[in-house]
């Protein structure tokens, strides 16, 4: 080997041995994918990976989008109407229809006594059909107006299957009214999404599906159950209660005319055509009357929704309960079962409201999501088990950080409490705080998930008192990003790191941690002001309290660690020797030791014969054979070479000229 090639390998040797024992001597500490702020990672490519809400969704999310703002549009002409502005003709204190395609609207207005199911009966004998004692198949769209309650409660039970179906589906929102549905424990009021062409429920959100909607009013709902409801949206995800839309729009159509629908006075014979059990169209007879035109928009008055709901079931539907722009709302001893999306959402602008006594599991996104603009939600002794996402989420943020186009205000949100509840194995974080002021976490029973209590987005004033974290993998409590707070006689059970704070002010005092893998508590960034005492912590690893990465933390030797059990040189090494990029550089540098050992086997000879190790032909046979001792050979035609003279200003070359001889060997 010569000395450049020897000089070559052994360049790459120190090379790829040095880059080996970085990868060895790299720190272990374990801060799962939380990673430490003094290390700035590498931009990653664009992810192209699905969206697995989404993919555990399915559906139609296009078909659907449309069908989120025709349902819109919908509810928006029936006001317009109603208020006697498109159809001024109409006597719009009686009961009527809003025709429609392909499922007409039946309007019930204002009114002392309320809608029972004999009205709906008599009201609409073509679209609400009984199909056995206690049981209908409701195939058109109710609306309750403001002023009018419908009131859905039998003794003996009540099942009311909602048309939801390829050719429509059925819908009932309650628009500034009022609803009452009472069942008993053992005979609930049912509603389901019903495909009558299948005689199947409908699981199928592609097409729409059935939903039930309180708007701006009060529904008082007590021992009832809810199956295959809601698409897309929280506003026909399947039972929402909302505040009613400000300054929504008229809707124009897509060639800039209005789209005036006709209206007619409730059930007259010669107003429908219809066939029993499937969606109602009204077929547009001179009995109706037409609304005029309308060319500009219009804002509808803004008014909260209220609510008591109590022993509900909830299964199969796109979110299980959405709220929004609500105050004093009463959930409670209720399930949320195998919904599409979130178990139960309070979205925006939800005060005041308590939630007791319910359980959100094996949802396609969180237990229990409260999401920003909401203020003093209490969750007591709540349970969030098997989720996709988190158990339960508080977004507590300000819902912008400057001036915006909506101009919403900067403040933070909170006073939202979770108490005495249990939160177990669900895909990521088991209780997940985002921002806010004033969030209290007490008492608590987190298991198992990638992290027990997750806090972020510069919370303060965040409280996580007594609660028990067991087998988290990764982190039992994190706080981060900003947040400030007290971590304070919990209990911590399992998992690598039992409490990891970054870049944040809290007080971690007086916790019991038990069997974790790496530290009990750790450090990192900016964590002044911050301090550590009076914890009693247990396990194995580097160190039971690591501040090593962390700035101005304040650790009294209160501490106690008394059976704490350090990591020898020997597991240290084991450790970090058999993590798969260690190994792969392991494997790769002793191939270079071996190729380069080989190259300085002949190094002390100098630079010999680069051959010796090689045996000459001669050494294999004994030369070269004459063709014409080989038996069927023919000797090849012998040519001549002649030297031609030699041209004038040449370069002197001989010129070769071949010839063949006459004669040919045989």
């Known amino acids: ?48 990976a699905s969206n697995p809400l989404l993919d555990s969704y399915g559906g139609d999310p296009q078909k659907e989008a449309e069908l989120v703002a025709q349902e819109q549009r919908r509810i928006i002409d029936v006001d317009l109407v109603a208020s006697g502005t498109m159809v001024p003709g109409l006597d719009v204190a009686l009961p009527f229809r809003v025709a429609g395609q392909p499922v007409s609207t039946l309007v019930l207005p204002a009114r002392d006594s309320a809608y029972t199911e004999r009205d709906l009966v008599s009201l609409a004998p073509l679209s609400f059909v009984a199909t056995a004692a206690g049981e209908y198949l409701l195939s058109e769209n109710i ?37 009452v549905v009472e069942g008993t424990p053992t005979e609930p009021v049912k509603f389901q999404g019903w495909d009558s062409q299948r005689s199947l429920p409908d699981t199928n959100t592609a097409d729409g599906r059935a939903y039930i909607r309180v708007i701006g009013g009060f529904a008082s709902i007590t021992n009832a159950t809810f199956a295959d409801l809601g698409f897309w949206s929280g506003l026909t995800g ?47 007879s001179n009995t109706g009357t037409t609304g005029v035109g309308l060319t500009g928009g219009a804002g509808l008055y803004s008014t909260g929704v209220t609510a008591w709901l109590s022993g509900l079931t909830v299964t199969g539907n796109a979110y299980g309960l959405f709220v929004s722009n609500a105050s004093s709302v009463e959930l409670q001893n209720s399930k949320f079962l195998n919904n599409l999306v979130d178990g139960v959402d309070f979205h925006r602008e939800v005060t005041n409201s308590h939630i007791k006594g319910v359980e959100s599991s094996s949802n396609g996104g969180d237990g229990f999501h409260i999401s920003r603009g909401s203020q003093g939600v209490l969750l007591d002794t709540v349970e969030a088990a098997n989720n ?65 209590i997750v806090v972020a987005k510069a919370s303060q004033g965040i409280d996580i008192e007594e609660n028990r974290i067991d087998s988290a993998a990764k982190q039992g409590i994190a706080v981060r990003d900003g947040a400030e707070g007290t971590i304070f006689g919990n209990l911590v059970v399992g998992g690598k790191i039992a409490v990891f704070v970054r870049d944040s002010k809290v007080s971690v005092t007086r916790n019991t941690i038990q069997d974790v893998s790496s530290h009990g508590v750790t450090m990192v960034g900016e964590t002044s ?15 039971p309290i690591d501040t090593v990465r962390g700035k101005g933390v304040s650790v009294l030797s209160t501490n106690e660690s008394p059976t704490w059990v350090y990591q020898n040189i020997t597991e240290r090494v084991i450790r970090v020797v058999t993590k798969p990029m260690t190994m792969l550089w392991t494997v790769l540098a002793l191939i270079l030791i071996f190729t380069a050992f080989r190259g300085f086997r002949y190094r002390g000879s100098g630079f010999g014969n680069p051959y010796r190790d090689r045996s000459p032909l001669t050494a294999l046979s004994r030369g070269m054979v004459d063709p014409a001792t080989v038996p069927g050979v023919v000797r090849p035609i012998e040519t001549e070479f002649r030297a031609a003279p030699t041209p004038v200003g040449s370069t002197g070359l001989p010129h070769r000229r071949a010839t063949d001889r006459d004669s040919v060997t045989a």
């Open 388 to 452: 996709k996402g988190n158990g339960i989420t508080i977004d507590a943020a300000p819902l912008s950080d400057g001036p915006s186009a909506t101009g919403f205000p900067i403040i933070a949100y909170g006073g939202h409490s979770v108490l005495n509840s249990k939160v177990t194995n669900n895909g990521h974080y088991g209780i997940a705080v985002l921002g806010g002021d004033g969030i209290v976490l007490r008492r608590n029973t987190i298991t198992g998930g990638d992290f027990g």
């Open 238 to 284: 399947g039972l929402s209660l909302t505040g009613t839309q400000v300054a929504s729009p008229l809707g124009i159509s897509g060639d800039g005319t209005r789209q005036i629908p006709e209206a007619y006075l409730a059930a007259p014979a010669d107003a429908q055509t219809a066939t029993p059990g499937k969606p109602l169209v009204v077929d547009g």
């Open 143 to 179: 609306v309750v107006l403001k002023g009018a309650t419908l009131d859905l409660r039998n003794p003996g039970g009540l099942v009311i299957k909602m048309a939801s179906q390829d050719n429509g589906f059925a819908s009932i929102v309650i628009d500034g009214g009022s609803l």
């Open 1 to 48: 080997m010569s000395a450049r090639k020897a000089s070559a390998r052994l360049s790459s040797l120190v090379v790829l041995s040095a880059a080996a024992m970085v990868a060895w001597a790299g720190p272990s500490y374990a801060d799962g994918d939380v990673g430490s702020p003094l290390a700035t990672p590498a931009p990653s490519a664009p992810s192209t």
């Open 529 to 543: 002001g911050s301090t550590v005492a009076k914890n009693l912590i247990d396990g194995h690893g580097n160190s």
